[in-house]
């Protein structure tokens, strides 16, 4: 086994004990008194109930982990039975489902109910009923923090404010009252500082993508890499630990010229670059991830992987500014910039990361992402002139995805950019 | 008992009784009696002059008032917008509730199936040309899909003044409060940036004057449908109020007048016996005007809904001495309605809704959501939950602005109807 493999099977085996140690803990809250805060991915605000020794605990994560353990299927039919909609979310009906199933966790143990609801609403309106139907579930407080949209694709003194004021007259008010202590702006401090140093680690990773070939797949591989900075682990020495090592291994596959890891091993000739919009499914994730890597395509850059922030723009967590750091960064979130802003993200991917073309892989239920995305997508290839490519999934409803439909979608926009590249095809 | 409702057995050709552009009822029913009644003499004749005005898709009357006025006409979406600082400022707000039952040609090039129609054929109306009179369009905070429609627009009319209102979700006046003081002051120097006059105080008084004076007579109409539905059925209330989006509110004002009137002194609008309900969860795309008949004609009176809310929004009068942007900002915060686009604080789910069942006397919800609506659908087992606990009964249906066929809701609504007639007389 060379150096470089014992490396990768170190992040990964970290992250690992990680998620186990945290589920663990989490599931043995009811006899050590641990305190832990539901919320969510996109302007989680991990650092802030790290500094009140709180346990985050993200719906999401649990509904995308019920769906790659194929448990989503029976969690959202057990939903559905109890009236909710069809045309919703899956992962509000998944993580529904799972509550009232035993609200058993990704490790097999039950995780505890809530101690506090904190429901940052950035970037999704469905967040703000989501957590009105945890409140239904749970008799615990709930203290919402509202993050103002970009609309106009900046974040104004005003909005600012905003949250500022809200993060010091609510969120820390609430957080006091559920855990008992004080706030410590000193120990928010050091969070944040360490969550600047994973964060550069985090960036410098997804940034090598730029190199040809690519030794990271962005997308596939992203949703690992980004898995402790967006969940239970910013601003902590597990996570700076984490990334330090995972750019670590990555320098080395760079510096013997490999290309990304695949579901089965180490990918062969990069035959395409790609840029993705959208979340993956999770229900056939494996299987989606080989429809790329069998046709030799790499994800080079993804905006999946900035729902939990865009550190790529540059915006890092500044422990001089603790309460206006963390207001920008949940501005910040992808989801919570307008259109034209996404828009330019992706044109500018496109060509930073000398992609072959966009593919936009539309989930049915994330409005938040899909309402827009086959203008966004027309104004990419019109700005970029290189195709396009469209599919459509969801994520943890194992109905809405058809294997053999996406496949053959996939392998026509593949020949479409070879037709391109010959100089065919008349784009 | 077979569904059908209390509309059977009026008499009738077995017609379905739509006028021309209000979609087939699909159900071979009579219309119910009194409907044809309801419909004839002057309170028909504004009736009529609302339902033109609500068809008018090309907004001709929004046309007629730029070229009489040379004022700015603006754009918006559901539920909310403070409409009195447009009007303050010289510009007509129009609010837009999407394309009914047009025909969309490229709207449905930029959504995908599982996305709600009202911004499809909204997209529609912009490309056609319908829209280009006017001078922006606000899109408010109630779903990520409007939202998103926002940037879309942006990029689609470059050209035009795009906002997203973002309504704060935060209830304190000095967080909420402040910022969304803010956002109303920051759209006027907009506005203004566009031509409109610079906001001023006294103007802005006035206008608070206008949208109370409006607001009264309208919740005056409520209340005598709650009490006498026959005498305000829900399908001229509803076009009437829609009229209210496109015209000036001193117009609307005074055509709610001779609205009531003209209702009011109409004798052949009689009681019938008729399941009363609240109809809920169509507060941004709006159903067609087919499907309230319908409803109406399967033996509901309908004596509370969501339909064209925004005239609803703010429940009460907004103060109209002292600071008026403070006086609408207090509005918004403290006597707005518990709404599934708000983040609702204190009381529990659906409370609202059960408090209005029982000021309407209604005996019934009909729980009645755009299909891939999230606001509704997603707060909809919560509040079937609240009624489920209050005892009152409810079905269900979705439907989309463009629906056309309504048999099965006629036979669902007529069952339901049936149903509580027979319950209702079994615990006499």
């Not at chain 1, 909710?84 to 039950?110: A, F, Q």
């Not at chain 2, 109409?266 to 309900?277: E, I, T, Y």
């Not at chain 2, 249906?397 to 809701?409: A, D, L, Y």
Request: glycine share 10%; aromatic share 8%; net charge negative.
């Amino acid at each position: 086994m060379s150096e470089a493999q014992v490396r990768k099977d170190r992040s990964q085996e970290r992250q690992k004990q990680m998620i186990a140690e945290h589920y663990r803990r989490l599931a043995r809250c009811g006899e050590t008194g641990e305190k832990n805060v539901y919320t969510y991915v996109p302007g989680n605000l991990t650092e802030l109930m790290r500094s009140f020794h709180a346990l985050p605990v993200l719906p999401e994560i649990n509904a995308l982990q019920s769906g790659m353990r194929g448990k989503s299927r029976d969690y959202i039919a057990a939903a559905e039975r109890d009236g909710h909609s069809e045309d919703v979310c899956t992962y509000v009906k998944c993580d529904i489902g799972m509550k009232r199933s035993g609200n058993v966790g990704p490790t097999g143990e039950r995780l505890p109910d809530p101690d506090l609801l904190l429901l940052s609403y950035t970037g999704c309106f469905t967040f703000l009923k989501w957590f009105e139907l945890l409140r239904e579930e749970y008799d615990c407080p709930v203290v919402m923090l509202h993050v103002p949209y970009q609309g106009d694709g900046v974040i104004t003194d005003a909005m600012r404010k905003y949250v500022v004021d809200q993060l010091r007259e609510k969120v820390i008010p609430a957080l006091e009252k559920a855990t008992g202590r004080a706030y410590d702006e000193d120990l928010l401090r050091e969070n944040l500082a360490r969550s600047a140093k994973a964060e550069d680690d985090l960036v410098w990773v997804l940034q090598s993508a730029r190199n040809r070939p690519s030794p990271i797949d962005a997308y596939f591989g992203g949703v690992y890499y980004i898995g402790p900075i967006f969940s239970a682990f910013r601003g902590t020495e597990d996570a700076v630990l984490y990334y330090r090592e995972l750019r670590e291994e990555i320098e080395e596959r760079l510096r013997l010229g490999k290309g990304p890891v695949t579901p089965d091993g180490d990918m062969g000739e990069e035959r395409f670059r790609v840029v993705v919009e959208g979340p993956p499914n999770w229900t056939s994730f494996r299987e989606f991830w080989k429809m790329f890597s069998d046709e030799g395509a790499v994800v080079v850059a993804s905006t999946y992987t900035k729902v939990g922030g865009t550190y790529d723009l540059g915006f890092r967590h500044d422990p001089s500014r603790p309460l206006e750091t963390l207001a920008e960064y949940c501005m910040g979130c992808y989801t919570n910039l307008n259109l034209p802003s996404r828009v330019d993200l992706l044109a500018r991917y496109v060509e930073e990361y000398a992609a072959d073309g966009l593919l936009v892989n539309s989930v049915k239920s994330c409005n938040s992402f899909s309402a827009g995305q086959l203008l966004m997508l027309r104004e990419v290839e019109k700005r970029t002139g290189k195709p396009a490519g469209f599919i459509e999934s969801d994520l943890v409803d194992p109905r809405y995805f058809s294997a053999a439909n996406i496949k053959n979608r996939l392998e026509s926009w593949f020949q479409m950019i070879e037709q391109k590249r010959s100089g065919g095809g008349g784009r | 008992m077979t569904g059908g409702g209390r509309g059977h057995g009026r008499g009738g050709d077995g017609s379905c009784g739509c006028g021309p552009g209000e979609g087939g009822c699909g159900s071979a029913a009579p219309a119910a009696a009194g409907e044809a009644a309801a419909g004839a003499g002057a309170a028909g004749a504004v009736v009529a002059r609302c339902t033109a005005l609500m068809q008018d898709l090309r907004l001709g009357s929004v046309r007629a008032w730029k070229e009489r006025t040379g004022g700015l006409a603006v754009g918006y979406m559901p539920v909310y917008v403070p409409r009195e600082v447009l009007h303050a400022q010289g510009v007509l707000p129009v609010g837009i509730a999407g394309g009914g039952e047009m025909e969309i040609i490229r709207g449905d090039a930029y959504y995908q199936s599982y996305i709600c129609h009202i911004p499809r054929s909204t997209v529609e109306l912009g490309l056609d040309g319908s829209l280009d009179c006017l001078d922006g369009m606000l899109f408010p905070a109630i779903c990520d899909v409007i939202r998103n429609l926002s940037g879309m627009w942006k990029m689609l009319f470059p050209g035009k003044l795009v906002r997203y209102m973002d309504v704060p979700q935060d209830f304190d006046p000095s967080m909420g409060g402040v910022f969304w003081r803010h956002e109303i002051r920051s759209l006027a120097e907009d506005l203004a940036a566009r031509g409109a006059r610079p906001l001023e105080d006294g103007a802005l008084r006035d206008s608070i004057r206008a949208y109370n004076a409006n607001r009264r007579r309208i919740r005056d109409l409520m209340e005598l449908r709650r009490r006498e539905p026959w005498k305000v059925p829900t399908h001229e209330l509803y076009v009437v109020l829609r009229a209210g989006l496109v015209l000036p509110v001193e117009e609307h004002t005074a055509l709610l007048d001779e609205y009531r009137e003209a209702a009011l002194a109409d004798p052949d609008r009689r009681p019938l016996d008729q399941a009363r309900v609240v109809v809920t969860g169509s507060f941004c795309e709006q159903p067609p005007l087919g499907l309230i008949k319908t409803l109406e004609r399967a033996g509901c009176y309908i004596v509370d809904d969501d339909f064209v809310q925004v005239h609803r929004w703010l429940k009460g009068d907004v103060r109209e001495d002292g600071d008026p942007v403070e006086n609408l900002v207090r509005a918004f915060l403290e006597d707005s309605i518990a709404h599934p686009t708000r983040w609702i604080d204190r009381d529990r789910k659906g409370e609202e809704l059960v408090a209005r069942v029982r000021e309407s006397r209604a005996e019934g919800v009909l729980f009645c959501a755009a299909s891939f609506c999230d606001p509704a659908l997603l707060d909809q087992p919560m509040i079937v939950a609240a009624v489920e606990r209050a005892g009152i009964p409810w079905t269900g249906f979705k439907f989309s602005e463009n629906t056309g066929q309504f048999q099965v809701i006629r036979e669902q609504a007529g069952t339901f109807a049936d149903s509580i007639k027979l319950w209702t007389g079994a615990q006499a």
